[in-house]
């Protein structure tokens, strides 16, 4: 009996290294994609971060850590220098080659989904919380996000129409892209009670002004950078893809945080209360 208990014994303490081993081999995190950066604190993991990119621009303390760069033009040497025991990567970042490099090293990678719809949030902070083994954070992260999203679903039940959006982002010097289906603009703005004024292509493509004046869009919505690299609202408003608008005419623009609006993350119920109120000026208050 006493050897049976002594080969007991000698499994928990075996077994209680493991996961301590688990938890050192994760001690260590970069995480690539603003979504995924906000996911990691909510999840209560803020001080395993080593880095960041620079789309991570919530919250304020991924400020302070090293970026690696954008999320789609990373290099391995900065990340390698930091010595990350686990990368987690939003889908779509890149290079592939550079991926690859990083994983002939050793280092431990997580690719996550990153589908516009709320139940890509959820399917993303339970992807996040078991690649860092945080499992029951997840699911109470998960229900206050199922919470919030009832109250302004709730609030937007009944509303009487939905207006036609353009979401437009500027890219750099050319013409504005507009979002077409299957982008997190087009899901952002259903999920606000509105209707996305481009539907016979999906992505985002530049915007003529006869494509811009076929849609009849009611409102522009428009990130805050987006916003300040076309000049501002008046600007923005009287360029010839917009000026015969009734957005333009109504003086109808919406401008908000990028990553807020666009990054499907535990802020996403926020993100649609502020849009929602911003397309639905007399509903009840969103919260």
Do not use: W
Request: charged letters at 25%; a negative charge; proline letters at 6%.
């Amino acid at each position: 009996m006493r050897y049976l208990r002594l080969c007991l014994f000698a499994v928990l303490v075996s077994g209680l290294g493991t996961l301590s081993a688990a938890a050192e081999e994760t001690s260590r995190v970069i995480s690539v994609g603003g979504s995924i950066t906000e996911i990691v604190y909510e999840l209560g993991a803020g001080d395993r971060l080593v880095a960041v990119d620079t789309t991570s621009s919530y919250p304020p303390a991924a400020d302070a850590l090293p970026d690696v760069g954008y999320m789609r033009q990373l290099a391995a040497e900065p990340i390698l220098a930091l010595e990350p025991d686990l990368l987690l990567l939003v889908e779509d970042a890149g290079p592939p080659a550079v991926l690859d490099q990083l994983r002939a090293t050793g280092i431990a990678i997580v690719t996550l989904s990153d589908e516009p719809t709320l139940d890509g949030v959820r399917q993303k902070v339970r992807e996040v919380a078991v690649a860092l083994d945080l499992v029951d954070e997840g699911e109470r992260l998960v229900a206050r996000i199922e919470a919030a999203q009832r109250d302004v679903t709730t609030r937007l039940a009944s509303l009487p129409e939905r207006p036609s959006v353009l979401f437009l982002l500027s890219v750099g010097t050319g013409a504005p892209l507009a979002a077409g289906t299957e982008t997190s603009a087009a899901g952002i703005i259903e999920m606000a009670g509105g209707r996305n004024a481009l539907t016979d292509f999906s992505g985002f493509r530049p915007l003529s002004p006869e494509a811009a004046a076929a849609t009849r869009a009611e409102v522009v919505l428009v990130t805050e950078r987006t916003l300040e690299r076309l000049g501002g609202r008046d600007a923005l408003l009287g360029r010839p893809e917009l000026a015969a608008s009734p957005a333009a005419a109504d003086g109808r623009l919406v401008a908000m945080d990028g990553l807020l609006l666009l990054g499907f993350g535990p802020r996403t119920p926020q993100a649609v209360a502020e849009l929602a109120k911003a397309l639905h000026p007399d509903i009840e208050e969103v919260r």
